[in-house]
């Protein structure tokens, strides 16, 4: 009886945590997005998330033009910050190879910055 307890628990366990690794797939949870911030959040984070190197950084400037075209589209929160840093990352990236991942930090940081931001007034 206490060894079909303890399976139980066990299980019980393993499902809370798979449930939860699941749903925090990039290590960090997020509140539910707008779509138009979630489909740029759903570009940086696989990013932002991958170790830092020569791939990272490579794919950061890969990517840049997709995520300024999707952080301009972002109509629910004010993203001139962010539109701004994806503007700083693209120069980084023609030209400044030993500043792009501190411009890539600075794109990482705005998003932060729009997400924890409240809401317009127009939207609450």
């Known amino acids: 009886m206490i060894k079909q307890f303890t399976r139980t628990i066990l299980v019980v366990a393993m ?3 798979i449930g939860a690794a699941v749903a925090d797939e990039h290590g960090h949870m997020h509140p539910h997005f707008a779509p138009d911030v979630d489909a740029f959040h759903s570009l940086l984070a696989p990013i932002w998330h991958a170790r830092p190197g020569k791939a990272r950084t490579r794919d950061a400037c890969a990517k840049a033009g997709e995520m300024a ?6 109509r629910s929160a004010d993203a001139s910050a962010l539109v701004a ?3 700083r990352l ?3 990236c023609k030209g400044k190879p030993a500043g792009i991942d501190a ?10 910055q729009l997400i924890d931001a409240p809401p317009p ?4």
Do not use: C, L
């Open 85 to 87: 840093s994806i503007g």
């Open 121 to 124: 007034a127009s939207a609450r």
């Open 69 to 74: 075209k999707s952080a301009g589209e972002i």
């Open 15 to 17: 499902a809370v945590g």
């Open 90 to 92: 693209q120069t980084a």
């Open 103 to 112: 411009a890539f930090h600075d794109v990482h940081e705005a998003f932060h």
